[in-house]
């Protein structure tokens, strides 16, 4: 499984998108205004607010999908098997979803097209040779654009600048739009496009905190995260009210190891920009110290000012990624659903729900979704997860399946280095347990010296132990657990190498309290805890 993290990769998937619309100014919960207006009124109970009051939005009801401008489908929470009410409910929204984004589909080509700019230059009112006019930083809401809307977005804007080749909005626009093509749809050859376009709205406006955003969210994109947080701290001085460097100068602080700084950034964003984009990332943040209610309800929230097909869909999937983290099922399933009511092709839905419907062992239906994820966009993640299916299943085939599936993993790390991105942390992860263990250490130990996170220390200690390190690899088990994050994975993986250096007790500790947070955290994970269970029990 991969990890969840906050890097902007296609897992932690946090698309982001195009501007707001013009709105009210919001209001945080001191009822002091909230920076530059945002088209998201119902959000103006920030994070911080919820937090100290608990309120949160209702859950949703199990079956139940709904989208904007649709009524909610009701389904039945008990049935099972490919007739499961969810999907059925998720493909008659997604129906109507599709007839409506087909009447919105010009209006969000033209909004990402004005973009970061002004309208007039949009329209052609302000000439090539004119004076470009001095432009603020649009929100970012996450999943404002389906892919669908993304690709006719960046068609529109590579149109516009041909038209209007000295508009640095533009230009900053388009490189966000390139940065996002890249991440969601698994083609890292994007980045040095997207660092083009930003390079020159640059040249034409070199103080513009539109670009410098964009630079921030390529940089974390591109596990640069030291160059993200550096891109982001010049966009705010420029413009503190910049919702993407804002965003991204938390996605840095988390990707470095800094989460108290990255709290603080949080709360920051929270005064300044509350909306959806700055609520996810709260509630990442506080998932990460352990304070998963929070998580939820600052979810909750974020789901509840949600108006957007894209948003609908990003965070329901953050819902479901929760749930799931907590074993969960049905609930993620539920999420899962109300995300791909919203949009049907959404992938880290469909992958989330894939591995949602293998941990409550509808392995069948697990691998079917999973394959057609990897048809269109053949990630790390869904890769690995889809071969160890296969490695589960052992059927006629399944083990040459999976060798395929792992040397899907080494072609993708390939094409991503070849486009500027840092893959050790992805290297170090599939290829301790599906490839070269040698190289796993190595690319472990060079994450570790560049970023000290509990994803990189988990991943190092794996690569220590299956390198037969273990006394080393403890250490790095222990700090990856320390923060308070409930994740199986690390429990696993600290339980193994307990056991391998002689405590049992600890490991059983672990061992147990992976399997009861989440029994079906992977597939040969789960299993393999389980066979370590029975041995040290046996021994006693």
Known sequence: MPPRTNDGGPERERPASGPDATAPAEETASGQAAGPPTARPEAAKTADAIESTGEARPAVAAGTAGTAGTAPTTGTPEAAGPADERVAAVRRVAAAGRRWRSVQLGACAALLAVGLTAGAIAFGAVRDGGDAPVVTAAAVSPGLLAAADLDTGVAALQAHLRDQPKDFGGWATLGLAYVEQARTQGDPSR?????????RSLALRPDNDQALSGRAALAAARHEFADALAHADRALELNPYNERALCSRIDALVELGRYEEAARAARTADERRPGVPVFTRYAY???????VTTARRVLDRALAASTTPGDIAYVATQLGQLAWNQGDDDTALTHYARALAADEDY????EGRARALAASGRQAEAIEGLENVVARFPLPGPLVELGELYEVRGGAGDAARARDRYRLVDAWTALARAGGVNVDLDTALAAADHGDRTAALRAARAEWDRRRTVHTADALAWALHVNGEDDEALGYARRATATGYDNAVFLYHRGVIERATGHPDDARAHLTAALELNPGFSALGA???????????AAE
């Open 285 to 291: 943040v506080q998932e990460l110290r352990g304070d």
């Open 527 to 537: 299993r393999e805890a389980r066979a370590a269970l029975k041995t040290l029990e």
């Open 191 to 199: 980045y040095p496009q997207a660092e083009q376009a930003l390079k």
């Open 347 to 350: 992938l880290p839905a469909l």
